[in-house]
């Protein structure tokens, strides 16, 4: 079985390479990844959620990550 789960770690990186969506800033007061909700993961592919607030413009955001690494929905 080749399963590539993608890691957390490679999640937060990929959250950190998303430019807030405001202000295009790439500076973050706040970071956190966590797994998808079952609604998420089933409904939109995503197996991480992060959550970010800009450190510039303090725009609060969530970004959903699929195994794949693509980014699936911000917002
Ligand atoms: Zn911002």
Not at 16 to 21: F, L
Not at 41 to 46: K, R, S, T, V
Request: with cysteine.
């Amino acid at each position: 079985m080749a399963e590539k789960k993608l890691t957390k770690e490679r999640a937060l990186l990929i959250a950190k390479a998303h430019a807030c969506a405001h202000c295009k800033e790439y500076t973050y007061r706040r970071l956190t990844v966590k797994v998808a909700p079952k609604a998420i993961a089933e409904e939109l592919n995503a197996v991480w959620v992060a959550t970010k607030i800009c450190g510039v413009c303090d725009y609060k955001e969530e970004i959903g990550i699929a195994e794949d690494g693509e980014v699936v929905f911000s917002g």
